[in-house]
């Protein structure tokens, strides 16, 4: 039989190999076994080609299996920043959607996340930190415009990041939409609310801080209806508000309007106590590992 036909079993070709590794030649292995030495260097190297390849699968799948882990931990980084935009603002506990200078103080979920992913990839690639020159660890600086092309890969890996996360968690698609949609009407609502009072002589220091005492209150469900006749002024600072409160909470229209601002409010808690339950860390590694997106590396 030639040696392209003849069968031999896998334990006397891990022998010959043996041998090989020892020194023998393929003229001496084929001598010993009484077999043709062509035999030998073909069912050898057959065994050695099958080996590499074997190796180079388990190689490809270690590093397929730490791809998937550098992975997870991306998403997982990006839930948590999710997570931290999302928080009501009765937990942070500033009510005025905007900063003294007006800036928006509720940021646009989505937009915002985009934000704070790119910036982990700069600083990942180098950018954003700076070594003192006594040589110790680096030190946190405000961001310079980042050269491309890294400028666009870094936003174009957030966005593949917050992809990702969308198809493990698609329940956060409308959830961040509710938000940015929520957030919207309350600082428009506020921002007429509070143009309005001030335009009716109260001070622009003073209005927001009667605003927000007034919203807590309606939102506790501690003020509801009109302020009676009954309820002077004394009554209603003695109970601890300012007089600055009763007089404008005694216009039904802006009445209205906090009304409108605390039901905004709840729609957030809502939103946000959802994306907590969501994306809260005891949470998230188990639900990555029971779905897969476009870019995890192995099923």
């Known amino acids: ?63 397929a299996v730490k791809r998937l882990e550098e992975h997870f931990q991306d998403l997982e980084l990006a839930a948590q920043y999710l997570w931290r935009l999302s928080v009501s603002p009765t937990r942070t506990g500033n009510l005025r959607p905007y900063q003294d200078d007006y800036s928006p103080r509720y940021p646009d979920l989505l937009s915002a996340l985009k934000q704070e992913l790119r910036q982990v990839f700069l600083i990942k690639w180098g950018y954003g930190f700076r070594i003192p020159a006594d040589g110790t660890a680096p030190a946190w600086r405000p961001q310079d ?37 929520v957030v919207r009407h309350y600082r428009e609502t506020w921002l007429r609310l509070e143009n309005s009072v001030v335009g009716e ?39 601890g508000q300012d007089e600055s409160s009763w007089f404008i909470y005694r216009s039904g229209n802006i009445r ?15 939103v946000s106590a959802k994306l907590e339950e969501i994306l809260s860390p005891g ?12 870019y995890c590396t192995i099923s």
């Open 1 to 63: 039989m030639s040696p392209r036909r003849k069968r031999v079993p896998e334990e006397q070709v891990i022998a010959w190999r043996r041998l090989r590794k020892d020194g023998w030649d393929y003229t001496a292995i084929a001598r010993e076994y009484g077999v043709d030495r062509r035999l030998v260097a073909k069912r050898i190297r057959e065994y050695e080609q099958e080996e590499m390849m074997s190796l180079d699968k388990i190689a490809r799948r270690e590093l």
């Open 283 to 294: 949470q998230i590694r188990n639900r990555l590992l029971q779905t897969r997106c476009r």
């Open 145 to 181: 415009p980042a050269p491309e092309p890294e400028e666009s890969m870094a936003r174009k890996e957030a966005e593949n990041l917050i992809a990702g996360l969308e198809e493990h968690l698609p329940q956060i698609s409308m959830l961040i939409e509710e938000w940015s949609q």
């Open 201 to 239: 002589g109260f001070s622009t220091v003073e209005v927001p801080r009667a605003l927000e005492k007034l919203l807590r209150l309606v939102k506790e469900g501690k003020l509801t209806g009109d302020l009676s006749e009954a309820q002077t002024k004394q009554d209603w600072e003695s109970s």
């Open 256 to 270: 209205d309007k906090i009304i409108e601002l605390a039901e905004y409010l709840r729609r957030l808690e809502s």
